[in-house]
């Protein structure tokens, strides 16, 4: 069965870091576009990032630019989110998606929940003040 399997989220202080990083259980993952989304709660999901088949192209939500960095290693069938500069609005579940629909497609980027087909089972993230 294919699976995206979220880790690295914890509990870190404003300011801080985290790394997240998320396995696919196919190499087929590495031919798509993947993203981050998160839920804060009460909140609905809301778009973080995401990066082409390549690592070549990457957009971001305005509310992480600048401050998150979303990378993949198609070797390993691995998406990394590496978050610095934490704010306590970043508290939120974290999850990892794929967009199945184009493989090897560049340069478009897909930022809405409904492009994407699989999603992880997320991670918890809490920064505290």
């Known amino acids: 069965q294919v699976q995206l399997v979220e880790a690295g989220g914890g509990l870190v202080q404003a300011g801080g870091s985290l790394r997240l990083s998320c396995a696919a259980s196919?190499?087929?993952?590495?031919?798509?576009?993947m993203g981050w989304f998160r839920q804060a709660p009460g909140k609905e999901r809301e778009f973080v990032a995401t990066?082409?088949?390549?690592?070549?192209?990457?957009y971001y939500a305005d509310s992480v630019e600048g401050r998150f960095t979303i990378s993949r290693d198609n070797a390993k069938i691995t998406v990394y989110l590496q978050m610095n500069s934490l704010k306590p609005e970043d508290t939120a579940v974290y999850y990892c998606?794929?967009?199945?629909?184009?493989?090897?497609?560049?340069?478009?980027?897909?930022?809405?929940?409904?492009?994407?087909?699989?999603w992880g089972q997320g991670t918890q993230v809490t920064v505290s003040s």
């Open positions: 998606a794929a967009d199945v629909r184009f493989p090897f497609r560049v340069g478009v980027l897909s930022q809405t929940e409904v492009e994407y087909d699989y």
């Open positions: 196919d190499y087929v993952f590495s031919r798509y576009t």
């Open positions: 990066i082409d088949w390549s690592g070549g192209n990457t």
